[in-house]
């Protein structure tokens, strides 16, 4: 029998996500930006939530392409808010939009929105050895920094909190536990 984290033994659905996806290190822009909305969009939910409705988010957001997203007007902003496949959330929705001018701003200054993220842990994972689920933090000193500088450069939805989870996602943090199978591999 595998031993996987235990927050991914849920469904299929969240296995598969723990087991292909998540704690892998990403570099690819567009995919850090469609990460960095979908944590935002979870602020209050279940990432299993987030997970099945994650395709339908890339079909309503353009597949998450950040240039096509900051020139949405009303109409589009009214067609989300009647999209029963994301969260229908005011905020969350128009958060998409001053994130992907955010993200644009921070790439023309960084060359790469890779580059300026991957800069808060050096640019190399941070491999750390948690043997219980419970044991692993929901914030850290440097997802305060990251929340504090994505904040002050206009992005909304990026807590702390947000920042970590985000962070664990896509790799900053081996946030495995040391008896998961994926541990070691990452």
Wanted: net charge negative; charged share 25%; glycine share 4%.
């Amino acid at each position: 029998m595998v031993k996987r984290c235990e927050w991914a033994c849920g469904n299929e659905l969240e296995k598969q996500y723990h087991d292909t996806e998540w704690g892998k290190p990403i570099y690819d822009d567009t995919l850090l930006f469609e990460f960095l909305i979908l944590e935002g969009a979870q602020a209050g939910l279940s990432w299993s939530t987030i997970l099945t409705k994650r395709e339908n988010y890339r079909t309503a957001f353009d597949h998450f392409n950040a240039e096509i997203i900051s020139h949405y007007d009303q109409k589009k902003i009214d067609s989300l808010l009647a999209d029963t496949g994301i969260i229908r959330n005011k905020l969350k929705i128009h958060s998409v939009i001053s994130n992907a001018k955010a993200f644009l701003a921070v790439r023309a200054e960084h060359n790469t929105f890779s580059d300026f993220i991957w800069d808060f842990v050096d640019h190399q994972p941070i491999q750390n050895s948690w043997e219980h689920f419970a044991d692993i933090p929901t914030q850290t000193d440097i997802s305060n920094k990251m929340s504090v500088a994505l904040k002050k450069r206009g992005f909304k939805f990026v807590g702390p909190t947000i920042c970590y989870a985000f962070m664990q996602a896509v790799g900053m943090v081996n946030d495995h536990t040391t008896d998961c199978f994926k541990y070691s591999e990452i």
